[in-house]
C-alpha cells in the first residue's frame, strides 16, 4: 500500500471511484494493450481482491472472455467451499474463454463446486423457452441469480461482434447505433443505454441490481471508453483497471 501511494497509484484509484460512482477501484501499472503482463497483472490483482471477499457457501458468477481467463490462471488454490456458475450461457467464444471454462477452472482453484449452463449458441426463441423449462436449468439459473459476486470482462463492441462472429449486417447495425461496450453480452453506447441484448440465458441485466459485489475486470487504453459506458449503464462496484485505462478516463472531460 505505501508503494501505491508513492507510485502515486492510490490517489488514482480514489479518483477513478469516484468519477465513475464506484465503491472501489484497484489499478495496475502499465497498459494491458501493450504488454502481457499487465493483463497478468490485472488478473492477480482481480483474483487477489475476490478471494478475499468471499466466504464459504457463496456463489460466484463469472462470465467469459480473455482477462476472466487470466484471472482463472492467477487464482491462488484455497479451499474456500464456495460453488461457481457461468453469468450466461454460450454467446459464441471459444472454448478456453467460455463462462463455463472459467467457472470450472476457478472452482478447482477455490476448493469450490461448479454448476455450469450448456446453452448453446444462437438458438431459436422457441429452442431456448424449451432449454429455460427443464428442471435443471431451472436449478442452475436460480443458483445463478443468487450469486453474491458477479465477476465479468467489458469489451469494445465491435471487435467484440467479430470476435464473437455475428453477422457482417448486424455489426454494420451496432455500428450504426453508436455501440461501444460489451459485457454479459449486451452491447452498450457510449451513455450506457443497451443496444443489442444475445439471446441466451443467465444473469439479465434486471438481476445485477440484486447482487452484493459486481466486479469488472478489463485493461488496456482501447478499453478505455467501453469502461466508462459500462460503468454508466450497468450496476458495478469494483473495476479492476490498469493505469492507461485510468489516465484515459481521467483526463476525459
Ligand atoms: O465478455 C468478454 C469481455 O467483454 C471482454 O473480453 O477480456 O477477452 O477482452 P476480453
Redesign the pocket.
Known amino acids: 500500500d505505501v508503494i501505491r501511494e508513492i507510485e502515486g497509484l492510490g490517489k488514482k484509484e480514489r479518483r477513478l471511484a469516484e468519477k465513475l460512482g464506484l465503491q472501489h477501484v484497484l489499478i495496475v501499472p502499465g497498459d494491458a494493450d501493450l504488454d502481457p503482463l499487465v493483463k497478468k497483472a490485472l488478473g492477480h490483482a482481480a483474483a487477489d481482491y475476490i478471494r478475499g471477499i468471499l466466504k464459504s457457501g457463496d456463489i460466484l458468477a463469472v ?7 487470466t484471472l482463472a490462471d492467477q487464482m491462488q488454490r484455497t479451499q474456500l467451499g464456495v460453488e461457481v456458475v457461468p453469468a450466461r450461457g454460450g ?1 459464441g ?1 471459444n472454448m478456453e ?1 467460455q463462462a463455463n471454462t472459467i467457472a470450472s477452472r476457478l472452482a478447482s482453484q477455490l476448493g469450490g463446486t461448479y454448476r455450469l449452463l450448456h446453452a448453446p449458441d444462437l438458438m431459436s426463441d422457441e429452442a431456448l423457452q424449451s432449454f429455460i423449462s427443464e428442471p435443471h436449468v431451472q436449478e442452475t439459473l436460480q443458483r445463478i441469480r443468487r450469486a453474491r459476486m458477479v465477476v ?4 469494445q463492441a465491435i471487435p ?1 461482434a467479430r470476435r464473437r462472429k455475428l453477422p457482417d449486417a448486424k455489426i454494420e447495425q451496432l455500428a450504426g447505433q453508436g455501440a461501444i461496450a ?4 449486451y452491447y452498450f453506447d457510449r451513455s450506457g443505454n443497451i443496444v443489442h441484448a444475445m439471446n441466451t440465458v443467465g444473469l439479465r441485466l434486471s438481476d445485477l441490481k440484486h447482487i452484493e459485489r459486481i466486479v469488472a475486470v ?1 485493461g488496456g487504453k482501447s ?1 478505455a471508453e467501453a469502461i466508462s459506458a459500462v460503468a454508466h449503464g450497468c450496476p458495478l462496484h469494483v473495476l479492476v483497471t490498469d493505469e492507461a485505462v485510468a489516465d484515459a478516463i481521467l483526463t476525459h472531460r
Open positions: 462470465t467469459g472472455g480473455t482477462t476472466a481467463a454467446i467464444e474463454f465479468h470482462g467489458i469489451g467484440m460489451e459485457a454479459f453480452g478489463a478499453k
